[in-house]
């Protein structure tokens, strides 16, 4: 069982930066892809960025590419998601998650439902 814990969020106003983490426990994420998905208000839940497992290939959606930036730690059990450039419309929960059927893959996972493991969420709003 893996167990994620979201943290980075808070208040920042439009065009200001947080950088969101993901801490991984009881087991190592080393084989498995992970993303980042968002869920607003009324929205539903989308993805937002992925990893493979060895870092090697990623892919962000294109309401955020050029701005988001996904990376890994695998010795720090970590993921990493840093956020530039930021709108209002980014203003969501963001959850980080885990694909354990998508584990040594060497494609990026984009669908929620191929994921396993789930954090709770960690709120960003941005402010006008």
């Known amino acids: 069982q893996v167990q994620l814990v979201e943290s980075g969020g808070g208040l920042v106003q439009a065009g200001g930066s947080l950088r969101l983490f993901c801490a991984a426990s009881g087991r190592t994420l080393s084989n498995y892809n992970m993303g980042w998905f968002r869920q607003a208000p009324g929205k539903e839940r989308e993805f937002v960025a992925g990893?493979?497992?060895?870092?090697?290939?990623?892919t962000c959606a294109d309401s955020v590419k050029g701005r988001f930036t996904i990376s890994r730690d695998n010795a720090k059990n970590t993921v990493y998601l840093q956020m530039n450039s930021l709108k209002p419309e980014d203003t969501a929960v963001y959850y980080c998650?885990?694909?354990?059927?998508?584990?040594?893959?060497?494609?990026?996972?984009?669908?929620?439902?191929?994921?396993?493991?789930w954090g709770q969420g960690t709120q960003v709003t941005v402010s006008s």
């Open positions: 990893i493979t497992w060895s870092g090697g290939s990623t």
């Open positions: 998650a885990a694909s354990a059927a998508s584990a040594l893959s060497p494609r990026v996972v984009v669908a929620a439902g191929a994921y396993d493991y």
